[in-house]
Structures are given as structure tokens and as C-alpha cells.
């Protein structure tokens, strides 16, 4: 059995999530659409489930401040959405949290994810 890693940054969980191949990142397009560019989808909020969060804080910068958002769609594939805190957010405006405030949660353990 695989012993499990440690994954408190940001980048230990994003390495571990390409080396299982689900490393498909979830962005909004400039025509404000969700989509991946590893899996050729668009979504919709009906169509993925948040099935884990993490949270990270800088220890002395503001700007290092992100959430990792790990997301499963309806066909089974496993992505994420990445975003900073506040004013350091890449996404501009209030589409991409009205999309995530529709996104149904399901919180799932880690090693359930990462087998």
C-alpha cells in the first residue's frame, strides 16, 4: 500500500494531482465560461462537485493567500480550480464566485482522492 505524503503547500498537493493525471486545471475563459483545456470540456455549475478544499496563508505575504478547490465532474474526472484571497484574486468581477457559491460540496478524504 502507498505510504501517504504530507501535503500542506500548495505545490505538494498540485504535484500530487498530476502525478494521479488529474491535474486538470478549471479556469474561467474571457467569455466568462468554465472550462479545461486538458479535458476539452465546458461546465456549468450543475455539472461539478466540490469534493475537497484547501486553504493556504502566507506567513509574511498577503498575496500568497489561495484556496485549491479539487473538483469531481458528472462523467467522474477530477480537477481543480485555483484562486487567491481579496483584492490578489486573477479572477476579475463576480462571475467565478457566483459560479462556486452553486457548486455542491462534498467533502471527501484524502486518501479517497490521491488512490
Known sequence: MEQPIDMNTL?????????????????????????????????????????????????????????????EDKDGDIGYMLDAYGIYSDNIGSEFDDFLKKLPVADRDEQELFC
Open 11 to 71: 505545490s505538494q498537493i498540485l504535484n500530487k494531482l498530476r502525478l494521479k493525471g488529474k491535474d486538470n486545471e478549471i479556469k474561467m475563459s474571457d467569455h466568462g465560461k468554465m472550462q479545461s483545456a486538458n479535458l476539452n470540456k465546458i461546465y456549468r455549475p450543475e455539472d461539478l462537485t466540490i469534493v475537497k478544499t484547501y486553504r493556504f496563508e502566507g506567513m509574511s505575504d498577503p498575496a500568497d493567500n489561495s484556496v485549491l478547490y479539487v473538483v
